[in-house]
């Protein structure tokens, strides 16, 4: 199981990226040169993020991506989340349904509290810790 897949990680080092000059935009261009990343593929993702609020598209001359909100407030959870979904550990399946013994499981319970708390930990991680 990989926790952060390869769309997640380009994503995550983009918004790096721009978060380390924050006051002005960055082009798709730039971003495919100084991170080396395919630029089909990095324009999709930067769409992506911007759907979901992180960053906003400035049109024109002078144009390109910025965040829309301080790198101290946009943790690795989300992107993660916008990307792969929400983060499971377990998933209790007994022959593709659901296995019966869920309520009363303890292995279950225990792993639930260990995703808490790792999902708590990932939570505590923001971008600004990153660049």
Do not use: N, W
Not at 43 to 67: A, P
Not at 79 to 104: A, D, N, S, Y
Not at 105 to 125: N, Q
């Amino acid at each position: 199981m990989k926790l952060i897949k390869r769309d997640t990680d380009y994503a995550i080092r983009a918004l790096c990226h721009i978060a380390s000059a924050p006051e002005r935009s960055h082009t798709a261009k730039e971003l495919e040169k100084a991170l080396d990343l395919p630029l089909p593929f990095l324009r999709k993702l930067l769409q992506k993020l911007g759907k979901k609020g992180l960053l906003r598209s400035i049109k024109g001359r002078s144009g390109g991506f910025k965040l829309t909100a301080p790198a101290e407030r946009i943790s690795v959870l989300q992107v993660i989340e916008i990307f792969q979904g929400k983060l499971k550990l377990t998933q209790c399946f007994f022959r593709k349904k659901v296995c019966p013994r869920q309520k009363i499981c303890k292995l279950k319970k225990r792993m639930d509290s260990i995703e808490k708390t790792v999902l708590l930990s990932i939570e505590r991680i923001k971008i600004s810790d990153i660049v």
